[in-house]
């Protein structure tokens, strides 16, 4: 068995393959890669893992070169993908290898990987026998998410934890009683407002995460591609909203990207009811799975519980190597 990686592949050809994937994530979605490119003056590559003849899986990986190529950069955010039918632990070693040999580590080169590979002994292991060195001791903290599947509402319904499920209980009532509206309008005309909002609740309480041009890059994007999707919550009476979200869709799979929230929109767990009701604007485009997107399992107990109350199946990745 010789693993290669032929970066042959144009967006078109890397997304039909991309749309195979069972659970796609969003950073390795080439609208993603494109809009990233934009922004850190980097250049998506879309490759395309084979054995012989065989096509085995799909990665997308950044570069930057400077200097006439000797200074440069080199990002793999949570691939390679790997087909249906394709043990990909089987092959994840001989993929690390051939990866190596494109972009071996040297001076000059600055590498980051964070390989879509649950945190485990194993999986270390794996990584340090194709020559990649782990730049952590807590895999977990690199990053960690919820998977949650789109299936039937009763389903989900019985996967909620107990606390969650009163939330939606308390929101549903409010929206019975007409004191809550939640409705989904075009995307591109609330964009602007929902980041705007988000921004500023972002800069209250400290949170870092995305740049402003990264958001707004991705947001454009994917609303020009129709593969955004704003929900906004309002109290009854108001023209204005209590909460809002905002899902980009990529492939079988959406990521819940920003959210905003507001004193009222908390009294009336807007939220619970925005994410509860995401679920069926997914069903709707035959979308299987919502990620909730990352966080820091050790250092967001509050974002991690609140994650796990809509009963979704976390996912602890082997963290940031080189």
């Not at 319904?157 to 549903?172: F, I, N, S, V």
Request: include cysteine; glycine fraction near 8%.
């Amino acid at each position: 068995m010789v693993v290669k990686i032929d970066f042959d592949l144009d967006a078109d050809g890397f997304r039909r393959r991309f749309a195979r994937i069972p659970e796609s994530n969003l950073l390795q979605d080439d609208l993603y890669g494109r809009a990233m490119a934009r922004v850190q003056g980097l250049r998506p590559r879309w490759g395309l893992i084979r054995d012989g003849n065989d096509e085995l899986g799909v990665v997308q990986v950044l570069e930057r070169h400077a200097l006439s190529g000797l200074l440069g950069a080199v990002v793999l955010d949570r691939g390679p993908l790997w087909l249906p039918g394709t043990d990909g632990v089987a092959h994840v070693g001989d993929f690390f290898r051939a990866f190596s040999r494109i972009w071996p580590r040297r001076i000059g080169r600055r590498r980051r990987l964070i390989p879509e590979l649950p945190a485990s002994a194993h999986s270390m292991a794996l990584l340090r026998a194709a020559g990649c060195r782990a730049l952590t001791d807590t895999p977990a903290a690199g990053y960690a998410t919820f998977i949650v599947a789109a299936d039937a509402p009763a389903t989900c319904r019985k996967r909620l934890l107990p606390r969650w499920r009163h939330a939606l209980e308390k929101a549903e009532d409010a929206i019975a009683d007409s004191r809550l509206v939640v409705h989904w309008p075009p995307a591109r005309s609330r964009a602007a407002d929902l980041l705007r909002r988000h921004l500023a609740q972002r800069q209250a309480v400290g949170y870092r995460g995305p740049t402003v041009a990264e958001l707004q890059r991705l947001l454009v994007d994917y609303a020009r591609a129709d593969q955004l999707l704003i929900g906004e919550a309002r109290e009854a009476g108001s023209d204005a909203p209590c909460s809002m979200i905002a899902l980009l869709c990529h492939g079988t799979t959406a990521t819940y990207q920003i959210a905003w929230n507001s004193d009222a929109g908390r009294r009336l767990h807007a939220n619970n009811a925005l994410l509860w009701s995401a679920l069926d604007q997914l069903r709707e485009r035959g979308i299987a799975h919502l990620d909730l997107g990352g966080h820091d399992a050790l250092r967001s107990p509050l974002l991690r519980r609140y994650k796990a109350g809509l009963g979704g199946r976390e996912v602890l990745l082997a963290g940031m190597h080189d």
